[in-house]
């Protein structure tokens, strides 16, 4: 049984550019969360997405953007790239009708901004 | 405005001893409590997690304790062995928010041989 996977493991980008993350939740789990960590720091919530909608979303400006797929996997976008964005970026999923509560987080993708 | 306040921000303890960690929280509203295991390169991993109804809950050498009164509520590490080495993050959400997790700044813990 996979659990949550993401890609790429790790991503370098410049000021300005454009980044996408993907992650693809555990088998059997419908409900796709993104936290952003930074270093030293707990992760904080950025958006979850549930039934193919983003359902809530924590204190982040809208160049943060997402979609969920069909098959509950997720790609989040983020736009117009800061320095402060360089972070790890972990995804999340749970089942929804199974309570929610319990979260399976992947590996993360660290995102480094030039 | 922090949710969840954890103590200590780093911790060193000595193989076979007790390591503890302390959270506070703000809300109320909060009624799930999970702790979560990092190790570095690694997401981070459910350990053990508790609910309000309960004041203890324990899971081989892990176990929670809350204080609902208090709003706090302490991870205990029995037999501290060098492999839990990692960093620890307490949480907290809300039934009614499924999925929104509130996580603390973190605790390094060091086990010595």
């Known amino acids: 049984d996979a659990g949550v996977t993401q890609s790429p493991t790790h991503l370098i980008k410049t000021r300005g550019q454009q980044v996408t993350l993907r992650c693809s939740p555990k088998s059997g789990h419908d409900t796709v969360s993104w936290y952003q960590q930074a270093l030293g720091q707990g992760p904080q919530f950025i958006f979850q997405?549930?039934?193919?909608?983003?359902?809530q979303r924590g204190n982040f400006p809208d160049r943060f953007s997402g979609h969920q797929f069909p098959n509950y996997s997720s790609e989040p976008n983020v736009n117009a790239l800061l320095l402060g964005d360089s972070a790890l970026y972990l995804c999340a999923s749970t089942w929804d009708r199974g309570g929610g509560d319990t979260q399976y987080f992947g590996p993360g993708t660290r995102l480094t901004v030039l | 405005q922090q949710q969840v306040k954890q103590s200590p921000q780093s911790l060193i303890v000595q193989k076979g001893g007790i390591s503890i960690i302390n959270c506070a929280y703000e809300?109320?509203?909060?009624?799930?409590f999970p702790w979560y295991q990092q190790f570095p390169g690694k997401g981070p991993a459910l350990l053990i997690a508790i609910r309000p109804d309960v004041s203890e809950k324990k899971e081989g050498r892990f176990t929670i304790s809350f204080n609902k009164s208090a709003k706090q509520f302490s991870l205990h590490i029995m037999d501290s062995q060098p492999g839990d080495s990692a960093t620890y993050f307490c949480?907290?959400?809300?039934?009614?928010?499924?999925?929104?997790?509130?996580f603390g700044q973190g605790t390094t813990l060091q086990v010595k041989p």
């Open positions: 997405y549930y039934e193919e909608e983003e359902r």
């Open positions: 809300n109320t509203a909060f009624d799930y």
């Open positions: 949480a907290a959400s809300k039934s009614s928010n499924t999925g929104k997790l509130i």
